[in-house]
Structures are given as structure tokens and as C-alpha cells.
């Protein structure tokens, strides 16, 4: 069966944008039934890549197969078997919840009796039975994100584009995209994830990549992303019982608050937890999240970039 994406050197140079390309020779493969997090800064590429693999945007080099249809010569096909909820859109303010999915639904060839159903399980899941037909003009933004999650995931798509779905949502009602996001992937659909909330991609991801400045800086599983970085612990310290000096010895620290985070290898963590308790210092030592491991890959190209200059001091 062919892979759910399959990206060969795909390229994006918007228009009047002087050779600057907002995707660069982009090669990735995402697998079928999985949950793939496409993460990067702001300008990244990530939204530009979704919205040609989803058939809305004409690359500018390259190719992509969504399903094993080509994006570009097949793209009716690939729509017919994809559901995007893009970054920027807005619901239609004077329908309901429940209109919303319902009539999306009907339109995707559901029979009338089997999309109410559909549409009311899905809003149920998404914790949206109380106002499903309350309009969305009166309704809380985090609540109108939600409805676009509910449309995607209760048609049929075998594939689902979420571009940030979760951006402005409470702690619970993220925790309700999630849950529902996870049976999607049990049910055997694939799901390309895109997040700036780092905790979220390394809870759900099976797969991740870093996108920089439209360039794959790393691809694999969390644990593939720890053993590429020079320094795969951290250790908190809380209060201020070591030098700033001292904590560079031991790999790249960072002053947050009142708290020191210091990156660095295995042994350097148990070291610097021993320390600290001699210290009378709080030490809190685990291997790196993923939000870590973002900060060495993501910080560390940006410093090759501006080497030379200057750098800031924590
Ligand atoms: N319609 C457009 N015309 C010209 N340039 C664009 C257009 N859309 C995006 N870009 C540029 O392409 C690059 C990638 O943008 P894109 O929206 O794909 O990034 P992103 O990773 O989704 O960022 P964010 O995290 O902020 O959503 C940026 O430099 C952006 O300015
Ligand atoms: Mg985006």
C-alpha cells in the first residue's frame, strides 16, 4: 500500500518573494495510521507544505503523492479522500455546531439519518452536545476551533490535515481534541499534525519533523530526535546555588526566573543532581522533552547562521 505522504524535493517560492522559498527541497515520507507532527517556528513552511499536500496550493518544484494520488494531476482524487482544517479559517457564525457538521457531512455524500448520527457522536466526543445549536456568533472562540475539529473528524477522510487545531483551547478542551485525535489514528486514519504547543506533538506524534526556514532539519521518533542532539538530559535547578559559570561546565544552561535549566549528557546530570543535593539546591533531572530538543536543534541552526555576531547573554 502506498504511504499515507510521500514529499520528493518539494518547493514553494511564492510569488514576489525574491528567491526566497518557503519550502526547500522537501523530502518526507509519513506512514499510514499514524499520528505525524510537523513542527517548526513561525514561517517555517509547515502551513505552506500542508496546504499543497491537501491540493490548495500549486508547488513550485517537486512532487508530492497523498494516498498514492499524485497532489497536483490527481488532486480530485486526493480531496475526496482528505479533511483539512486549515490555520486561518473561521466557521459560518449564524449556523449551529450541529449544522456545521451535519451539513458538511451530507455534502460529503452521508445519507441524511447516519450524518446526524456521525455528527452528533463526533460533537459528543468534543465535548459539544450543550450548544450544538446554539449559532457560533454567540459562542466562545476556543468553542469555534472545536467545530472545525468536529468536521474534519467526523467525515470519512482518510486523512486528516490539522493545521494548529488546537491553538486558543482551554487545558480540557485540548485534552478532548486529543483523546478524539488518538481514536482517529486507532481507527486506522492518518493524521498530519502541525503545533506550536511542543508538549502536545510529543504526546500524540509517532513521528515527527522539525521544519526550518522550509528545510527538514530532523525527521524520526522522539527518541531518534534525542540521540541527534549533543546533550539528550536537563536538569532544574530551582534558586540560585550555582554560577553561571559552573552550570556552563556542564553543557548549555539557561537562566528562566529563578530557575537554571542546564542541558548536558547522562553522566553530567547525575553530577549536577549529587551537587545540588549536597547544595541544599532543588534539582528536578530527566531526559530532554521535546520542546528541549527544539530549542538545541532549532537554536543551534540559528546560531550557525549568525556566527561571528555577537550572541546574548541568558
Ligand atoms: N501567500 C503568501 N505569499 C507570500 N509569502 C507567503 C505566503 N504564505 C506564506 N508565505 C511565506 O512563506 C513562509 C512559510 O510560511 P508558512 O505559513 O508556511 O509558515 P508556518 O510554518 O505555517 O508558520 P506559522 O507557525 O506562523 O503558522 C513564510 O516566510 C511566509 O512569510
Ligand atoms: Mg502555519
Redesign the pocket.
Known amino acids: 500500500m502506498p504511504s499515507a505522504i510521500a514529499a520528493r524535493e518539494l518547493t514553494?517560492e511564492?510569488?514576489?518573494?525574491h528567491g526566497?522559498r518557503?519550502?526547500d527541497r522537501v523530502t518526507l515520507d509519513i506512514q499510514r495510521g499514524e499520528i505525524f507532527g510537523l513542527i517548526?517556528?513561525?514561517?517555517?513552511?509547515?502551513?505552506?507544505?500542508?496546504?499543497i499536500a491537501g491540493t490548495q496550493l500549486l508547488p513550485t518544484a517537486g512532487h508530492v503523492e497523498v494516498l498514492g494520488y499524485d497532489a497536483v494531476s490527481q488532486a480530485n482524487a486526493v480531496r475526496d479522500r482528505v479533511a483539512v482544517i486549515p490555520?486561518e479559517s473561521r466557521p459560518f457564525f449564524y449556523a449551529t455546531p450541529f449544522e456545521h457538521v451535519y451539513y458538511y457531512l451530507t455534502l460529503r455524500g452521508f445519507p441524511a439519518a447516519e450524518a446526524r448520527k456521525r455528527a452528533l457522536d463526533t460533537l459528543g466526543r468534543l465535548g459539544l452536545l450543550k450548544g450544538k445549536d446554539t449559532v457560533l456568533w454567540k459562542q466562545s472562540g476556543g468553542l469555534r476551533r472545536r467545530v472545525l475539529v468536529a468536521m474534519a473528524l467526523a467525515s470519512n477522510a482518510e486523512l486528516l490535515f490539522l493545521?494548529?487545531p488546537t491553538t486558543g483551547l482551554d487545558a480540557l478542551a485540548r485534552r478532548d481534541v486529543w483523546t478524539a485525535v488518538e481514536e482517529a489514528a486507532k481507527e486506522g486514519r492518518t493524521i498530519l499534525l502541525?503545533t506550536?504547543y511542543l508538549e502536545e506533538a510529543q504526546l500524540l506524534s509517532t513521528h515527527l519533523a522539525i521544519?526550518n526556514?522550509?528545510r527538514v532539519l530532523a525527521v524520526g521518533t522522539l527518541d531518534e530526535l534525542v540521540a541527534k542532539v549533543q546533550w539528550p538530559f536537563r536538569v532544574a535547578l530551582t534558586g540560585r546555588g550555582f554560577t553561571a559559570d559552573e552550570t556552563a561546565s556542564y553543557g548549555q544552561s539557561a537562566a528562566i526566573g529563578d530557575s537554571q535549566i542546564v542541558f548536558t549528557t547522562q553522566g553530567g546530570a547525575e553530577e549536577l543532581t549529587r551537587l545540588a543535593l549536597t547544595r541544599g539546591v532543588r534539582a528536578v533531572a530527566g531526559p530532554v522533552t521535546l520542546e528541549d530538543l527544539f530549542v538545541q536543534l532549532v537554536g543551534g541552526a540559528v546560531d550557525e547562521e549568525t556566527e561571528g555576531e555577537e550572541e546574548e547573554g541568558a
Open positions: 514553494k511564492y510569488k514576489g518573494s526566497k518557503a519550502l517548526g517556528r513561525n514561517g517555517a513552511g509547515k502551513t505552506t507544505f500542508l496546504r490555520q493545521d494548529e502541525t506550536h521544519l526556514e522550509g
